[in-house]
């Protein structure tokens, strides 16, 4: 395998090749979460324009990161400003694709590097990064994005058996080689799982709150997220989406705080009072989606560590050893 020799002699090129291409996918990302939310235009029709003025957006206008920088973060056509998300959600989609290529080093040589496994870490991320961001704007996740996740993921464990050998149920009770048979089980039992969890969960809720909890978008992205990690894996994900979620919704609460103490010590009559009214909906609306999954993202990258984790560390601690 060619791409593993150049692994071995030259893993530099690859490295930077992982950087550069994840801050192109970030560019297209940032396309999909602007128009898929917005109207029903395909996401791969058309030239981008500035939402202000409809100014087209030239190539050199369009190179990640940087284009952003030498524009000052302006539009040349209205002079209006482009938000500081654009060069944000390339620079962190290019950070994460190279992160998993180099994580994925760590614990492979070089000739059994698991290059399937990259292709479909590095897709899945990218999706986990559109749904979130939309759902932070809008509080939906549209099924475009999570609905084929389910069948996607099925095919994906079919193909790529790195997904759940390790961790398999599916190997636990019926033994020998793991086939893509396997593989494909273990993605349908993780699906079920995920939709069971966060559906009854949801049923649960939505009675004791007396209205609609969580959304049907979270059942389908803990479905989908399920065929890729696994029935067990899943479970972890909604432990640690929770954990996130928690942390997210506090901090979101101190932010409501330190805007309201900074409105206070100004005390200006003609202070805007929107952006206090702003900061406490926002507080009261904390979309779980992102937080499933950055949980998704830990399970898929950190499953090991995390059984570690759970299993001995945890229980150590506790039983003071
Ligand atoms: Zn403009």
């Known amino acids: 395998m060619s791409l593993s020799v150049l692994l071995e002699d030259s893993p530099a090129i690859l490295s930077a090749f992982a950087a550069v291409f994840g801050l192109l996918v970030g560019s297209f990302l940032n396309v999909v979460i602007h128009r898929l939310p917005r109207d029903g235009k395909g996401v791969a029709e058309g030239r981008s324009h500035c939402p202000r003025c409809g100014h087209a957006i030239a190539w050199f206008e369009n190179v990640p990161v940087l284009s952003w920088l030498a524009l000052r973060g302006k539009c040349r056509g209205c002079r209006g400003a482009i938000s500081v998300r654009y060069p944000a959600v390339e620079l962190a989609t290019g950070l994460m694709f190279w992160f998993v290529f180099e994580h994925l080093r760590s614990g492979h040589a070089p000739a059994g590097?698991?290059?399937?496994?990259?292709?479909?870490?590095?897709?899945?991320?990218?999706?986990?990064?559109?749904?979130?961001?939309?759902?932070?704007?809008?509080?939906?996740?549209?099924?475009?994005?999570?609905?084929?996740?389910?069948?996607?993921?099925?095919?994906?464990?079919?193909?790529?058996?790195?997904?759940?050998?390790?961790?398999?149920?599916?190997?636990?009770?019926?033994?020998?080689?793991?086939?893509?048979?396997?593989?494909?089980?273990?993605?349908?039992?993780?699906m079920l799982a995920g939709l069971a969890l966060v559906g009854g969960l949801r049923s649960i809720a939505s009675r004791f709150a007396g209205r609609e909890a969580m959304g049907l978008g979270d059942v389908k992205l803990m479905g989908g997220l399920g065929a890729f990690v696994g029935a067990v894996g899943v479970v972890f994900v909604l432990l640690v989406g929770a954990l996130l979620g928690s942390v997210m919704g506090l901090l979101n609460v101190l932010r409501i705080f330190a805007v309201r103490a900074v409105r206070m010590s100004r005390r200006r009559a003609q202070r805007p009072r929107w952006r206090w009214d702003i900061a406490w909906i926002a507080g009261r609306v904390i979309p779980f989606g992102p937080a499933l999954s950055l949980g998704g993202a830990v399970v898929l990258l950190f499953r090991s560590e995390l059984n570690v984790f759970l299993f001995e560390t945890w229980p150590a601690w506790v039983q003071g050893r």
């Open 113 to 190: 590097y698991p290059w399937g496994l990259l292709l479909v870490l590095w897709a899945l991320l990218a999706v986990l990064l559109a749904a979130s961001m939309i759902d932070f704007d809008f509080q939906i996740l549209p099924d475009v994005l999570t609905k084929p996740m389910m069948p996607l993921g099925i095919v994906c464990s079919a193909l790529v058996l790195e997904l759940h050998r390790e961790h398999s149920l599916v190997a636990r009770w019926k033994g020998g080689d793991y086939t893509w048979l396997h593989g494909a089980l273990d993605g349908v039992l993780g």
